[in-house]
């Protein structure tokens, strides 16, 4: 059984930080991408980062310079390190494990940043 599991996530004030985590099993995690996702209420959900089984990393604009998005696959996990935290950050994190045309996702974190 395929799971991904995120947690991390809580409520910050705006320039903080936080760092999620997102937990594989079931899966040869070292030959899957990897990306985090978010939702904000009455939004589409969007890719924040993304990173590719050989390492090659990508980003939302929104996000260049403040989010760092890494990989353990000793520990099958992976990591979104975001920094400088804005209100609009707000929104539910998901993680998601893709190879082809298989995916998987997590049931997502909750991510608040507010005064």
């Known amino acids: 059984q395929v799971q991904l599991v995120e947690s991390g996530g809580g409520l910050v004030q705006p320039g903080g930080s936080l760092r999620l985590s997102c937990a594989a099993s079931?899966?040869?995690?070292?030959?899957?991408?990897l990306g985090w996702y978010r939702q904000a209420p009455g939004k589409q959900r969007e890719l924040v980062a993304s990173?590719?089984?050989?390492?090659?990393?990508n980003y939302a604009d929104s996000v260049k310079g403040r989010f760092t998005i890494s990989r353990d696959n000793a520990k099958n996990t992976v990591y979104l390190q975001m920094n400088s935290l804005k209100p609009e950050d707000t929104a539910v994190y998901y993680c998601?494990?893709?190879?082809?045309?298989?995916?998987?996702w997590g049931q997502g974190t909750q991510v608040t940043v507010s005064s």
């Open positions: 990173i590719t089984s050989g390492g090659n990393t």
């Open positions: 079931g899966i040869s995690f070292r030959v899957y991408g």
């Open positions: 998601k494990a893709s190879l082809g045309s298989v995916e998987y």
